[in-house]
């Protein structure tokens, strides 16, 4: 059984407003609600409006007087209760923010509404031709659905699914890794996505052994959350490894890992600050461990582990003999070396 659990649900993962997915079919009630519908702006590179409160949103009517074939709709606002739809814009006028920096500061409710306009639209951009025949392919259903232009076949959204994991020693110590494209002493749990055929447990062992060539033993699943950047969707894992063993950095990905005590983690948590600063420049200092920010689910992860105390009946690393687990095993054998 998984060893820590989220005191709450990842940041984009925490909405509960109404997606209203049976309105998405009826073209007839999307035009009738039109008129009163709110429409959130989103420009190429992501950014979207910001207002007094949250989300900067705009009256759909600004541009049209039905819904245009790109925009998507949302759902129902929560407070409102009226129609929410997204469109790519080219240019947003007055105050804006990018998602990966500004969505810590939104509701629950206006950055799941944020992660949603963000993952369809990001969608859209990549699905214009049909996979199966390369025809061009219209919106329809509201923005969640495209339709073949000449056979009519229907896609929906993607969503990538990719694993990120906790990899820990069973005791005080965690492993972090570094991507050789960002400063130094910037550190990160562990993540790829999963591959045809394989399963997320799978997964999770596949690439810990990759990025940093570790054999790691027991992954655990704790929780996930949509990272539309474009468009994934992080299952969150935390799985045990032996810190005694070498670090190999076999695909590349990883410039560089470490094992922090739990005593670091929790002095870098105290001190957190964004990686990104309000210029969008990323922020450099001397600090000897600097986390991720609290938007992604690494956060999360590396926040819930810190803060549960070590199980002392698990032991930090595995033993020799008829206990030893083979390398890529998803959990090691029982122990059958006798004692009572």
């Given at each position: 059984m998984r060893r820590f659990e989220f005191d709450k649900p990842p940041m984009l993962s925490r909405a509960v407003y109404n997606r209203a997915d049976e309105i998405r079919h009826d073209k007839q009630r999307l035009t009738e609600g039109w008129p009163h519908a709110l429409l959130l702006q989103i420009d190429p590179s992501g950014r979207y409006p910001v207002g007094e409160d949250g989300l900067g949103w705009i009256m759909a009517v600004d541009v049209g007087d039905e819904p245009p074939p790109e925009a998507v709709f949302l759902g129902l606002h929560p407070e409102e209760g009226t129609d929410m739809w997204a469109m790519r814009f080219d240019v947003i006028d007055g105050p804006k923010d990018d998602p990966r920096r500004g969505a810590q500061l939104l509701g629950a409710d206006e950055a799941g509404i944020l992660s949603t306009a963000l993952g369809v639209l990001n969608w859209h951009d990549s699905a214009r031709f049909s996979p199966v025949d390369g025809n061009p392919t219209e919106p329809a259903k509201g923005g969640w659905v495209?339709?073949?232009?000449?056979?009519?076949?229907?896609?929906?959204?993607?969503?990538?699914?990719?694993?990120?994991?906790?990899?820990?020693?069973?005791?005080?110590?965690?492993?972090?890794?570094?991507?050789?494209?960002?400063?130094?002493?910037?550190?990160?749990?562990?993540?790829?996505?999963?591959?045809?055929?394989?399963?997320?447990?799978?997964?999770?062992?596949?690439?810990?052994?990759?990025?940093?060539?570790?054999?790691?033993?027991?992954?655990?699943?704790?929780?996930?959350?949509?990272?539309?950047?474009?468009?994934?969707?992080?299952?969150?894992?935390?799985v045990t490894a032996d810190p005694d063993q070498a670090?190999?950095?076999?695909?590349?990905?990883?410039?560089?890992?470490?094992?922090?005590?739990?005593?670091?983690?929790?002095?870098?948590?105290?001190?957190?600050?964004?990686?990104?600063?309000?210029?969008?420049?990323?922020?450099?200092?001397?600090?000897?461990?600097?986390?991720?920010?609290?938007?992604?689910?690494?956060?999360?992860?590396?926040?819930?582990?810190?803060?549960?105390?070590?199980?002392?009946?698990?032991?930090?690393?595995?033993?020799?003999?008829?206990?030893?687990?083979?390398?890529?095993?998803?959990?090691?054998?029982?122990d059958t070396s006798g004692g009572a």
């Open positions: 495209r339709r073949n232009t000449i056979s009519g076949r229907e896609e929906f959204p993607r969503t990538d699914p990719a694993i990120i994991t906790v990899v820990h020693d069973g005791a005080d110590r965690i492993l972090l890794g570094r991507q050789s494209q960002w400063p130094e002493r910037w550190f990160s749990t562990l993540a790829g996505f999963v591959e045809p055929g394989e399963s997320l447990e799978q997964c999770v062992v596949r690439e810990v052994h990759e990025e940093v060539g570790l054999d790691c033993w027991d992954p655990q699943y704790v929780g996930s959350q949509p990272w539309p950047f474009p468009r994934s969707l992080m299952v969150g894992f935390e670090l190999d950095f076999i695909d590349g990905e990883i410039a560089d890992a470490e094992w922090f005590s739990r005593s670091e983690v929790l002095e870098a948590l105290e001190a957190q600050q964004d990686w990104l600063g309000a210029d969008g420049k990323p922020i450099i200092d001397d600090a000897r461990l600097r986390l991720p920010g609290s938007i992604s689910i690494a956060s999360a992860l590396i926040r819930a582990w810190a803060h549960t105390p070590a199980d002392t009946d698990r032991p930090a690393s595995r033993v020799g003999g008829a206990g030893q687990s083979e390398p890529g095993r998803l959990v090691p054998p029982p």
